[in-house]
């Protein structure tokens, strides 16, 4: 099937930067739009940005100008800089992919496991 896996949370500074990173995996044909998205404690799951297979972008109006989600699609992998941290980014994130296997026509999202981000001095 499919495996996305996530890299790169840890903890961080107010101010600092992390780079996550997640590579798709598994008998895919073709991947559509992915992204990133996150969830802080007892809040619900959030977009923070996504970014077409042709690179068009969007982003959550919270972290519009610290953020920057990019991808390579011959690595299958999308990436998301964040630079300016703050406390309340602080959640575990996810990678989401709409991704079109050998074995089936039809898209389907897929997840990752998630990766902690802390931000906190």
Known sequence: Q???????????????????????????FRIFSMGWYRQAPEKQRELVARISNGGSTNYADSVKGRFTISRD???KTVYLQMNGLKPEDTAVYYCNADIILYSSPVSKAYWGRGTQVTVSS
């Open 73 to 75: 699609n011959a690595k």
């Open 2 to 28: 499919v495996q996305l896996m996530e890299s790169g949370g840890g903890l961080v500074q107010p101010g600092g930067s992390l780079r996550l990173s997640c590579a798709a995996s598994g008998s895919i």
